[in-house]
Structures are given as structure tokens and as C-alpha cells.
């Protein structure tokens, strides 16, 4: 049959109105347009006719049922982008965020030298480590996690993307992998207490893997304290470690690394002014 664009484009979007704001519904009708229709942005603007198969109708009618129960669109793809790069992803892994982007882009612009040997902990899907691997230059970029479903994911994205990692699985709060005098660790744990999660979206709270959100509401900084105690006996000297942050623990865990001996320890704001990363340097 055939069908004008725009006119599957505004179907979209009510039938996302009453799950979505008016933003999101079209942006996600954007992407449905281009990625499961092959629908291009200037195809609606210009709005001739196309001809639409009724496999491609039954898809994207299936797809959103599945938007309208709250299932997120990246799980339904079972992609999304993160700095120009498709990542696999599913319920094993957190969907990564703008403000991750911004964390990624934080550490390469801060660690341009050759060669240096990185630690990601809490790899997921793989997005922050791969980063790392492919922009900076002869990096080696070691990786763990305590799922061994989200390893899988990040190994399936390390070589579909060419970002060499070197893959570990660990509970950290048990052990640690076997590495020695590390450049850089970063990570991005569990941060979100449990009594936050009355301000969480459905979507977050009932498809997103439950161990990489939270943690205890009596203890919000148990990861970056076992981490930061770790990674003071591990990094080089002026070795450096950052943390994506719980924006209302800002100013403890920078002087959770201060505690730990760490220099030039400095809390950054993400683009919506919210604190969102604390980096420090190992003293010499």
C-alpha cells in the first residue's frame, strides 16, 4: 500500500502522546522513520508516496505495543549510538547516556600521551572502555564486570567495533582483577540509592538491570570507597581516576579521594549544571 511519510510520522507520534513527551515522541518517530522503515528526514519533508509492505506495518505496530508498555527503544532495536558508534544493547546492560558522552569526552581530552594502560569498571556495554580504546592512540584498555551477560555484550561491541579490550570478571566488592600500575581507572557504578526510585521513570525501573542502578540507601558511596581504596595502590604515580557521580554526592566523594591521599581532586558539572563527575591524580 501506499502511504505518504508525514502521515506515518504524525501516526507515530499520537500514538506515543500519551507514554511520551511531545519531544521524545518525535524523536523516536524519527528514528523508527530511518532505521526500520528506511524513511529519511527529507523523504517527510518532501511527503510523495511511498509503498509500505505489511511485514514492515506488522513491525512497527509491533514495536510500538512495545513502546507503550514502557520497553525502552534501544532494547527493541537492540542498538543504540554513543560517539558515532552503534552499540549492541539489552537488558544486561544500562542504555548509556549524554552525560556518560560527556565523561568520555572529559578523560580523552585529559589523557592524550601514548600507550596508557586504562581500567573501566562496571564495563556494561562496553561504551566508555571502546571509547577510550579507539581515540587514544595505542591505549591498552582492560575492562571488568560482575555480569557475565554484560561481558558477553561488551566483548560482542569490542569486535564489532574494533576497540580492543581485555575483558575480567570480578565482583569488586570481593576482588579485583590482576593488573598493576594503571594510568587511568575510570568507572561509572551503581549510584542511585534505593529511595530514589520513586523519581525514576517506569521505563528505567522495569527494564534496566537492577545491579548496575542501585545501591543501598545507607551506603551510597560503597563503590567509589572501595575503588578509590583499590585504585590508590594501583595507579602509576600521577596516575588519574574519575567517577560518574550520584549529582547529591558531589562534594563527598570528591573528599572521599582527598581521605585517600588523591591531588587536584575536582568535582565537574555535566551541560545541565549538575555535578556529575569527581577526578582526582595519585600524589607522587
Known amino acids: ?117 586504562i581500567l573501566d569498571i562496571g564495563v556494561g556495554s562496553g561504551c566508555i572502555a571502546i571509547s577510550l580504546a579507539c581515540e587514544l592512540d595505542n591505549a591498552v584498555v582492560h575492562a571488568c564486570d560482575i555480569s557475565k551477560e554484560a561481558l558477553a555484550t561488551a566483548g560482542s561491541n569490542s569486535d564489532g567495533l574494533n576497540g580492543k579490550l581485555i575483558l575480567h570478571e570480578c565482583d569488586i566488592l570481593n576482588d579485583f582483577p590482576a593488573i598493576e600500575e594503571l594510568d587511568v581507572i575510570v568507572s561509572n557504578p551503581p549510584y542511585i540509592r534505593e529511595v530514589e526510585q520513586v523519581n525514576m521513570d517506569a521505563n528505567v525501573l522495569e527494564y534496566e538491570p537492577e545491579i548496575a542502578l542501585f545501591v543501598e540507601d545507607n551506603d551510597p558511596l560503597l563503590f567509589y570507597r572501595t575503588i578509590t581504596n583499590w585504585a590508590k595502590t594501583k595507579l602509576k604515580k600521577e596516575g588519574k581516576i574519575y567517577f560518574e557521580i550520584n549529582e547529591a554526592y558531589g562534594q563527598e566523594t570528591k573528599q572521599l579521594l582527598i581521605a585517600e591521599g588523591f591531588k587536584e581532586v575536582r568535582v565537574v558539572k555535566d551541560l545541565n549544571g549538575k555535578d556529575r563527575i569527581v577526578a582526582g591524580s595519585q600524589r607522587e
Not at 34 to 56: A, C, M, S
Not at 79 to 94: E, P
Open 1 to 117: 500500500m501506499t502511504y505518504k511519510p508525514r502521515d506515518i510520522s504524525e501516526e507515530i507520534v499520537d500514538r506515543l502522546s500519551p507514554f511520551y513527551d511531545l519531544n521524545e515522541a518525535r524523536a523516536i518517530s524519527r528514528q523508527l522513520l530511518e532505521e526500520v522503515l528506511n524513511i529519511r528526514t527529507v523523504d517527510v519533508v518532501v511527503n510523495d508516496e511511498i509503498e509500505l509492505d505489511t511485514t514492515k506495518q506488522d513491525e512497527l505496530n509491533n514495536i510500538l505495543d512495545r513502546l507503550a508498555e514502557g520497553e525502552p527503544v534501544q532494547y527493541i532495536l537492540g542498538y543504540t549510538w554513543f560517539r558515532g558508534r552503534k552499540y549492541r544493547v539489552n537488558s544486561s546492560v544500562m542504555i548509556p547516556r549524554q552525560e556518560t558522552e560527556e565523561f568520555v569526552e572529559l578523560v580523552i581530552q585529559e589523557n592524550k600521551q601514548l600507550g596508557l594502560k
